[in-house]
């Protein structure tokens, strides 16, 4: 079968892809087929993953699979949250967004352990052209670290130190971001597919 991955963010396409590759399922990116930017206008993750899958979904008349992702600062309420893409403005400066989030932190006086604690969210919907989806969810919980540490990854990778671990994840190998081989894995993106797959698994033996 072909499926779109419905993503422009050319970091999130590649982990996709990796995440994907065991399936054996051939993908064309939402990028390669020219396909608009859907307005994310959703109030949550699941929303906005939902309106960018159904919109590929229709406009390719393929299944699709949108990622929702951002990380979210419990001592800014959760900021920047769905909006992660949006703190680094149009010109997708993400070294200016991590220090907004550094500048933020500040600004409230924010400066114990526990107040540096974040977690990233992923949010898959899978959406097929006649209007049906599924989502699917995973989570990593860690601390921001200042500074940023590491050139691997994309977005927020080097200021995120996930628990149990001595690296960021801007110095970790895609591998290990993935956590492949450990359970349902490390990284957000790849519990949440962990999440698919079972699901897929539980389909296929009723
Ligand atoms: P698409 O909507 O086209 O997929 P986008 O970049 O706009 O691309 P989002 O709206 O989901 O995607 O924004 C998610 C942002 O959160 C993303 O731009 C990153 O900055 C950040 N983010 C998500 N997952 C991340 C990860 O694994 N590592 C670092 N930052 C991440």
Same mark, same amino acid.
């Given at each position: 079968g072909r499926i779109v +991955? &419905?993503?422009?963010n050319a970091g999130k396409l590649r982990e996709m892809q990796e995440l994907m590759a065991p399936f054996g399922v051939s993908a064309v990116s939402a990028g390669d087929l020219n396909l608009p930017e859907p307005e994310e206008t959703g109030m949550t993750f699941a929303e906005n993953a939902a309106l960018k899958a159904h919109a590929a979904a229709k406009a390719a008349d393929l299944p699709a699979l949108a990622d929702d992702s951002g990380i979210c600062v419990a001592a800014l309420? %959760? &900021?920047? /949250? +769905?909006?992660s893409a949006r703190w680094a403005g149009s010109g997708k400066d993400f070294a200016h967004a991590m220090r907004r989030v550094e500048e933020e932190l500040a600004r409230r006086g924010a400066t114990s352990a526990e107040e540096r604690r974040a977690h990233f969210v992923s949010a898959l919907v899978v959406a097929w052209p006649d209007g049906h989806e599924e989502l699917f969810e995973g989570r990593v919980f860690g601390t921001l670290v200042w500074p940023p540490r590491g050139d $691997? %990854?994309? /977005?927020?990778d080097p200021m995120f130190q996930p628990d %149990?671990?001595? $690296?960021t994840f801007g110095e970790m190998a895609s591998d290990e971001k993935h956590g492949w /081989?450990? /359970?349902? %894995?490390?990284s957000h993106r790849a519990r949440a597919f962990s999440r698919l797959a079972a699901a897929c698994l539980r389909k296929d033996t009723g």
């Open positions: +991955i &419905a993503t422009h309420d %959760g &900021a920047p /949250g +769905i909006f $691997r %990854g994309f /977005g927020y %149990g671990h001595e $690296r /081989g450990h /359970g349902e %894995g490390l």
